[in-house]
């Protein structure tokens, strides 16, 4: 079994496989027992937002396993964001996070999207006329006033490309320590793989399925034949093969099942170990997409699509 933790830039370890809390049509209870039977599987990093609105849920479920003596709050790694609409001030939007979860202090703060909204904005798919200027070194600042006053363990970035990273470097007093971005066997990230690994900024896997089932999500990952005849080979399933072809790369991947066994399922991910072989079958997966001119999953499926001229220097 590979380790279930990687040191990040700031010397803080972060377990690999973190439980997504996004879901349209899971409610309080579902999501609080979703979290109960992940403690017990052994997820010790949970993954919310303002935006998702399951950080009282997230909140209270962890609470109770900690007064039960489930878990202790040192050994979980909380991670919330901060919305483009909360730029002006990240410490009053992170106070509120942390209301909302009970909680003195999260693991990791995020800058959620390289954009600003409108301060009334919160809904997670903005329209045109919702976004303002962004001021990044007025953001990043407030950022690192967040971790100055104890209010997180460590800063880092969402949806950022190389480029915006960059510029975000030339101002940073405390470089960003993990980008989470959407990552899979159909939307690699070789570059940003390739920026982040240079300037030691961890790279956390979102959607790391493609999103099956989910309005923004694909089946392109886990139904892809290659995937299906790599997990067929190692007696796995294809979502296993997604997992442990993002931890292959260095990733952590926060997925997201509230169902006890694809929960199960995908923390057993962590014992398969992909060959060389699977590796390479599914680095020519993309050529072949390419070479026949399709669209790569990202691209054609996420709800910022039609936004993505108004913050994307990388199409
Ligand atoms: N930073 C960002 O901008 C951003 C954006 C998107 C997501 N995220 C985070 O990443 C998390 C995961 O992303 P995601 O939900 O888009 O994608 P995902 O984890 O790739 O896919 C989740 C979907 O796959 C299903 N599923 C889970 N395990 C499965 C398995 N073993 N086999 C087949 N289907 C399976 C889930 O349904 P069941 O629940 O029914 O199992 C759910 O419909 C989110 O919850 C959120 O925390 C962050």
Known sequence: MRSNQVRMNNGITIP???????????????????????????????????????????????????????????????TSKLWGSDHHDPVSALKRSLQ?????????????????????VCYPVPKEDDFDQLEMEKTWFGMEKCLELGLCRSIGVSNFSSTKIESLLDFASVPPALN????????????????????????????????????????AVVDNPIIESIALKHGATPAQVALSWGLSKGASVIVKSFNEDRMKENMEALDLKLDDYDLLEIEKMEEDKIMKGEFLVNSTTSPYKSLQHLWDDEI
């Open 16 to 78: 690999v496989i973190g439980m997504g809390t996004y879901s349209l049509e899971n409610d309080r209870r579902t999501t609080e027992n979703a979290v109960h039977m992940a403690l017990k599987m052994g997820y010790r990093h949970f993954d919310t937002a303002k935006i998702y609105g399951s950080e009282p849920a997230l909140g209270n479920a962890l609470k109770d396993a900690i007064f039960d003596g489930v878990v202790q709050r040192e050994d979980i790694f909380v």
């Open 180 to 219: 989470q971005v959407e990552m899979h066997p159909m939307w690699r990230q070789r570059k940003l793989r390739e920026f982040s690994g240079d300037h030691k900024i961890h790279v956390s896997a979102y959607s790391p399925l493609g999103g099956p089932g989910n309005l923004w999500g694909t089946t």
């Open 100 to 120: 909302n979860l009970g909680m003195d202090y999260v693991d990791m703060y995020l800058v959620h999207w390289p954009v600003r909204l409108k301060p009334w």
